[in-house]
């Protein structure tokens, strides 16, 4: 069985790589490397079995505060370039797939649950998923 929670939020990135100058980062880039919003949704997904007592796979409430906890706070309404578990990333919708990924697979298993997949649409026409 399979349970999808979407959460909403809106940030900033500007698409950047440390390593090389000015000019090859324009190339690389193009209109990406100036600083830009999105509206983000993002559906993570859980398997797992029902636990007889609740007829629950997990909690949504407790899915909810872990997602809204661990990276909403975090993420809504800021540079996706500055949030902690970004540090050092190319703040890309594919490195901000695997490090959620990272961020929630601990916390949803205390839940019971497994993590099955993190789905993030950063533009009506572009949507990203890692299975892991
Ligand atoms: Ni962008």
Same mark, same amino acid.
Request: with cysteine; proline share 3%.
């Given at each position: ?14 698409? @950047?790589? =440390? ?5 090859? %980062?324009?190339?690389? &880039?193009? #209109?990406?490397?100036? +600083?830009?919003?999105? /509206? ?31 990276? @909403?706070? =975090? ?5 996706? %370039?500055?949030?902690? &578990?970004? #540090?050092?990333?190319? +703040?890309?919708?594919? /490195? ?37």
């Amino acid at each position: 069985m399979y349970i999808t929670r979407r959460e909403r939020f809106s940030a900033s990135h500007r698409l @950047i790589n =440390k390593e090389i100058s000015p000019e090859e %980062n324009k190339k690389l &880039f193009g #209109k990406c490397y100036n +600083p830009h919003g999105h /509206n983000y949704e993002i559906f993570i997904t859980i398997s797992g079995e029902i636990n007889e007592a609740s007829g629950m796979i997990v909690d949504l409430k407790d899915l909810k505060k872990i997602i809204n906890d661990k990276i @909403i706070i =975090k993420i809504d309404h800021n540079s996706l %370039n500055e949030v902690d &578990f970004m #540090k050092n990333k190319i +703040p890309t919708t594919e /490195n901000l797939c695997i490090q959620i990924w990272h961020e929630l697979k601990k916390p949803i298993q205390s839940l019971g649950g497994k993590l099955y997949k993190i789905r993030i649409n950063e533009t009506e026409n572009n949507y990203f998923e890692y299975f892991g």
